[in-house]
T-cell receptor, first 118, second 117 residues
């Protein structure tokens, strides 16, 4: 059972270009979370998606950032017109369930995509 | 607001010795999970240990154990018989919805642990 797959591992973009980061969740997982990690900091939640639905985007910047999780294919985090401040590691995590009550599960993380804006 | 605080930015320990990493949190939830994640230089986030708040017994995974003090909202990680491979950044994490969704997490600032030979 393959883990959470993110690609690319490293991405270099010039200021003003678009960055597309991909995440394929673990088999059987239908919930995807994106996080951003700035240097020497912890991960910060960005967005939570289920198939074809954005459930919680409270951590997403209001402009230039968008995310989708289509019925088929990976989840995509898209950053338009990148700026140097977007340079960070972006992590995707997936989990099998959510809901009320105590669930014995955890979020599994991918290896991240390191975005460098030059 | 829910918060997670790790007050030790850096720590070091000699190989084979024991080290404890601190974490405090704030929540109004009653049932929830707490996690410790390890991030080695490879950047992969690896779950080290998980504690369920309704369990009074502290979780243990081989050389890793926690000291969970629910009333004090404290969740420290103890690493026994430290190994060079334990060198990593360690994050304490808490689900923002307590128990209902363990994928949306608040992370502490992290503690960089250096294990010295």
């Amino acid at each position: 059972n393959a883990g959470v797959m993110q690609n690319p591992r490293h991405l270099v973009r010039r200021r003003g270009q678009e960055a597309r980061l991909r995440c394929s969740p673990m088999k059987g997982h239908s919930h995807v979370y994106w996080y951003r990690q700035l240097p020497e900091e912890g991960l910060k939640f960005m967005v939570y998606l289920q198939k074809e639905n954005i459930i919680d985007e409270s951590g997403m910047p209001k402009e230039r950032f968008s995310a989708e999780f289509p019925k088929e294919g990976p989840s995509i985090l898209r950053i338009q017109q990148v700026v140097r401040g977007d340079s960070a590691a972006y992590f995707c995590a997936s989990s099998p369930v959510t809901g009320t009550g105590l669930v014995n599960t955890e979020a599994f993380f991918g290896q991240g995509t390191r975005l460098t804006v030059v | 607001a829910q918060t997670v605080t790790q007050s030790q930015p850096e720590m070091s320990v000699q190989e084979a010795e024991t080290v404890t990493l601190s974490c405090t949190y704030d929540t109004s939830e009653n049932n929830y999970y707490l996690f410790w994640y390890k991030q080695p230089p490879s950047r992969q986030m690896i779950l080290v240990i998980r504690q369920e708040a309704y369990k009074q017994q502290n979780a243990t995974e081989n050389r890793f154990s926690v000291n969970f003090q629910k009333a004090a909202k404290s969740f420290s990680l103890k690493i026994s018989d430290s190994q060079l491979g334990d060198t990593a950044m360690y994050f304490c994490a808490f689900p923002t919805h307590g128990s209902g969704n363990t994928g949306k997490l608040i992370f502490g600032q992290g503690t960089t642990l250096q294990v010295k030979p």
